[in-house]
């Protein structure tokens, strides 16, 4: 209840202060498991998305945010959940996992941080193997703007990523998945094979 509150304020709020546009929309499959992949350049960012997306988003959120009892409070009422950015954190991928099977719609930044510059890089393998293991299609999504009032903001939904028929796949073959996904956000030209 309170998600769908918050969501409807923000999408008011989004609409006047940034008069946010979205494109592609109808690329997001209605009857899937859906990992949405987005770049990251604001804490607004994960706003903005929840609050232009019809169905709710259960949000990877940085574990330093727990440290704070309102945010904490906050993520946990919204259905997002923590994920320690600095290791391998078993416990926040089989949130995922759990939440994808359910049918849920789990968000992920895929550079783990906010960035300024694209670097594929900085794309974290655990996307892939998420999306993979779980059977989900991914859906890359830009996000255009710089959050200046008055100035628009674009959500752009590129073209889904099916990863559902893919065999088995080693550490290496995941990080350039996740680095291709990286690449399809920014809508550059793929890499690797």
């Known amino acids: 209840m309170l998600y769908k509150t918050l969501q409807g304020i923000f999408f008011v709020i989004f609409k006047a202060l940034y008069r946010t546009e979205v494109i592609g929309l109808e690329k997001?499959?209605?009857?899937?498991?859906?990992?949405?992949?987005?770049?990251h350049k604001s804490n607004l960012?994960?706003?903005?998305?929840?609050?232009?997306?019809?169905?709710?988003?259960?949000?990877m959120a940085k574990k330093e945010l727990s440290s704070n009892f309102f945010m904490r409070w906050l993520v946990d009422t919204l259905g997002a959940?923590?994920?320690?950015?600095n290791s391998a954190d078993i416990k926040a991928m089989k949130?995922?996992?759990?939440?994808?099977k359910e049918k849920e719609i789990v968000g992920i930044f895929p550079e783990g941080t906010r960035?300024?510059?694209v670097d594929l890089a900085n794309?974290?393998?655990?996307?892939?193997?998420?999306a993979h293991r779980t059977k989900s299609v991914v859906v890359p999504c830009y996000i255009d703007?710089?959050?200046?009032?008055?100035?628009?903001?674009?959500?752009?939904?590129r073209d889904p990523i099916d990863l559902k028929e893919l065999p088995k796949q080693?550490?290496?073959?995941?990080?350039?998945?996740?680095?291709?996904?990286l690449s399809s956000i920014y809508d550059i030209s793929e890499i690797g094979d």
């Open 123 to 130: 794309a974290k393998s655990g996307v892939a193997l998420i």
């Open 145 to 157: 703007g710089n959050y200046k009032i008055f100035r628009k903001m674009r959500i752009i939904f």
């Open 28 to 39: 997001v499959p209605e009857d899937e498991r859906i990992v949405i992949c987005a770049n």
């Open 95 to 100: 949130t995922a996992m759990r939440l994808l």
């Open 170 to 181: 080693s550490s290496e073959e995941y990080e350039i998945i996740s680095r291709n996904i």
């Open 45 to 59: 960012d994960p706003i903005l998305l929840s609050s232009n997306f019809k169905r709710q988003i259960h949000w």
């Open 115 to 117: 960035v300024k510059e």
């Open 81 to 85: 959940f923590f994920v320690d950015r």
